[in-house]
Antibody
């Protein structure tokens, strides 16, 4: 069965960096776009960004553009989120999600449980 | 950015009731809307895509409708496991993808 397991979260000071990982299994990872979505407890999800199946293209939310970078290693079935220059407002649970193309854009058919990132001094 | 507004914020119903949840988009998204269910401590679960198509394995008591800017998720004959938070998402404009703020369906 499809499994997505995030790791790498923790407490980090403002301005510092953190790298999250998402280990995928149960499906042909290299055939799917992958997304990062974050969620502040009690609020709606916020899309962070995505990467094409082959890693050749990415796009990001304006709130993280220039600070966050998504990459993937298809040989390791792993997705990454490099987060630099972290801010208080980046505090959230970070989920990875599998993207499935639906005509004009992706729906997110499987999500991981997420990893908590807390930015605090 | 397309803003999605969900209503009501909280819906209090009893098992066996029908739940009607709404999602309004700030501009037309045609039928490119998905609905997700999230329970505490769990990942979101895809329920509906294309405004009205149930995802694989989703029970028939869940149905979606709407087009343009107004969408509805209906849950007939509520089961105890249906009490959760529900989110709509649009994918008509993918930069960025956006979600609603959620409707909490709680037991009355």
């Amino acid at each position: 069965q499809v499994q997505l397991v995030e790791s790498g979260g923790g407490v980090v000071q403002p301005g510092r960096s953190l790298r999250l990982s998402c280990a995928a299994s149960g499906f042909p990872f290299s055939g799917y776009a992958m997304h990062w979505v974050r969620q502040v407890p009690g609020k709606g999800p916020e899309w962070v960004g995505f990467i094409w199946f082959d890693g050749s293209n990415q796009d990001y939310a304006d709130s993280v553009k220039g600070r966050f970078t998504i990459s993937r290693d298809n040989s390791k079935n792993t997705l990454y989120l490099q987060m630099n220059s972290l801010r208080d407002e980046d505090t959230a649970v970070y989920h990875c999600a599998r993207g499935v193309e639906n005509v004009v854009g992706d729906i997110f058919d499987y999500w991981g449980l997420g990893t908590l990132v807390t930015v605090s001094s | 950015e397309i803003v999605l507004t969900q209503s009501p914020g909280t819906l209090s119903l009893s098992p066996g009731d029908r739940a009607t949840l709404f999602c309004r988009a700030s501009q037309s998204v045609t039928t490119y809307v998905a609905w997700y269910q999230q329970k505490p401590g769990q990942a979101p679960r895809l329920l509906i895509e294309g405004a009205s198509t149930r995802a694989i394995g989703i029970p028939g008591r869940f149905s979606g409708s709407g087009s343009g800017t107004d969408f509805t998720l209906t849950i007939n004959r509520l089961e105890p496991e249906d009490f959760a938070v529900y989110y709509c998402q649009q994918y008509a404009n993918t930069s960025p993808y956006t979600f609603g703020q959620g409707t909490k369906l709680e037991i009355k």
